[in-house]
Each structure stands twice: as C-alpha cells, then as structure tokens.
C-alpha cells in the first residue's frame, strides 16, 4: 500500500483506502440479505379467493391465539403445493405463526382494495388409485327398518335331489337425480345443491368446468399432494343449525349455499379438519383441506 499510494498525499490515500473498504462491506451486506429467507407468501400458491379469504380471517383475529389458528390453516393448505412446484415458504409460515403483532400478511396484499398480479402455476395432474367409490346417500334418508324376527320350524327331512329355491332380494331402488351434460350428477341435501367427484383426469376435468355454478368449492388432499375421496362433509351455520351433509366421491366437492356464515366439519378415516365459512351474495370461495398420509390412500 506504500508503494502504490507514495505520491498521493496522506489524506487522499486515507480517503481512498475508506471508499474501497465501504463499498466491499456493502457488497458483503447486498450478498447476505439476497441470501436471506423471504418473508412474503409466494403468490403463485393462492388463488384471488384464497388470498381474500385468507386475509379476511387475519383481518377478524382478534387475539394472538386466532392469528396463530390461520397461519397454521395457511401452512397446511400451502405446504403440498410448495412442494409440488419447487418454491419456499417463509419461516414464519412453516412454523404456523403470524409473520408480525399486527396481522398483515407478507406477500398478500391484504389492504382493502388491493389487487396483486397473480401468477396461476398448471396444477400436476396426478392419477389416485382407483378404488371403489363409497355408495352415495339416499337424498331422502330413511330410518333403519325394524328387524323382522325369524321363526324357528321343526326339521324337515330334505330329499337328495331337490334343491331348494333361494328367496328372493329386495333391492332398494336408487334415488332418481339430474345428470348434467358431462355425465356428472348433481343431488341435493337439505335443498343444497352439490356435486362431488374428480376420480380421473376425464372426471376431473368435467367437475372442474361445472365450478363457477358453486360458491363452495373444496378439494381434499394429504400433505404428500395425493388426493382423498371418501370424506364425511357436515355444515353448520353461526348457530349451530346442520344444514348440509354429504360424502365425496372424489377430491372435488362443490355446493351452492346462500348468503352467510358458516362452519365446515370433514372427517375421513376418523381425522378431521374444520374451517370458518363466509359465502357472499356475489363470487364464492375456493379452499383446500389437507391431511397428513393415511392407511387408506396406500392402499387400492
């Protein structure tokens, strides 16, 4: 350094030496922060119901424990499809708890009446294994009939060669229900109407189109991305009242609910989950329940 600055005067090298030093700290500093974990909730993951949804739920928590309650919901929805396409999520999320004491949501825009661009990534269309789909329930439900008692005769010597005929079974005749042009029924519980399905890509791509018709909207999966079907749906409103029960045929089930809020029990392989419901007058709502990898889905 004496060589090279000797015919500098002293306080100019002493400049030039501090200018260098600064400027390699701050490339040091650049190089860490790049390097640091995001805080921002990666926006391909959410769709724009979702995030409303999502920041709705935040926006009403009105203690710490509530805003942990949806961070955890958030993780759970989102951990499968960060994994499935390759991004992170921030730590904060992982570990089910608000990003900041006030709620907001990195990433999400959640002031009213913020729109953020929205990148919609192709969902992997994975094949479940095919298994037999749990018959569908009678939409006028009866109650069990009475069992018949059986009266005991005396034994009666049978020949070699008659045979004796089997009697005969009654069968319950199914519940009439309106198909729709893609061969997907439509039924109706407590004057609800739903459909359900999404076994194969033909179904899945058919159930998917019929969306915009429902202002519910759910799909079932494990945290490994695999899709469940089987799973007991309830739906309460604010005062506890049922007002809607079925079981899916598939990963997708979608109703059309009037105005209001409600509270959504689902139940397979005795886990369940439940979330708060909001079903506006205009639009619906889009979510997903994720369980963690059952018996069930390891085997056909």
């Given amino acids: 350094m004496s060589t090279t600055f000797a015919g500098l005067p002293r306080t100019l090298g002493i400049a030039l030496v501090w200018a260098i030093s600064t400027a390699a700290y701050g490339a040091h500093a650049q190089r860490s922060r790049s390097q640091a974990p995001p805080d921002a909730v990666p926006s391909q993951l959410l769709s724009d119901d979702e995030r409303i949804d999502f920041c709705t739920q ?7 424990e509530e805003r942990r309650a949806v961070a955890a919901r958030m993780r759970d929805t989102l951990t499968p499809r960060a994994k499935v396409q390759g991004v992170a999520l921030p730590p904060w999320l992982l ?17 009213a009446g913020a729109a953020r661009p929205h990148v919609q990534a192709p969902a992997p269309v994975r094949q479940p294994p095919e298994r037999k789909p749990p018959p569908r329930e009678v939409a006028a439900r009866q109650p069990p009939a009475p069992a018949v008692p059986v009266r005991q005769l005396p034994a009666q010597p049978v020949q070699p060669a008659q045979s004796v005929p089997a009697p005969p079974v009654s069968r319950e005749a199914p519940s009439a229900r309106n198909t729709t042009a893609g061969d997907i029924p439509v039924e109706q519980d407590h004057g609800v109407a739903y459909v359900t399905g999404g076994v194969g890509q033909d179904e899945a791509t058919a159930i998917r189109g019929m969306a915009s018709s429902y202002n519910m909207r759910a799909m079932f999966t494990t945290r490994s991305g695999e899709y469940l079907s089987g799973v007991s749906v309830q739906i ?9 029960t079925a079981t ?7 109703a059309r ?11 397979v392989d005795g886990s369940q989950r439940s979330r ?9 709502v889009r979510f997903t329940l994720v369980w963690p990898a059952l018996h069930a889905t390891s085997s056909n």
């Fill in 58 to 64: 935040m926006h009403r928590a009105s203690t710490p």
């Fill in 95 to 111: 570990e089910g708890r608000p990003a900041n004491e006030s709620g907001a949501i990195p990433g999400l825009s959640c002031e």
């Fill in 236 to 244: 309460f409103r604010s005062d506890g009242t049922p007002v809607f």
């Fill in 248 to 254: 899916s045929d598939g990963p997708y089930l979608f």
């Fill in 257 to 267: 609910l009037p105005q209001g809020h409600y509270r959504l029990v689902a139940t």
């Fill in 276 to 284: 708060e419901l909001y079903i506006p007058a205009r639009g619906g």
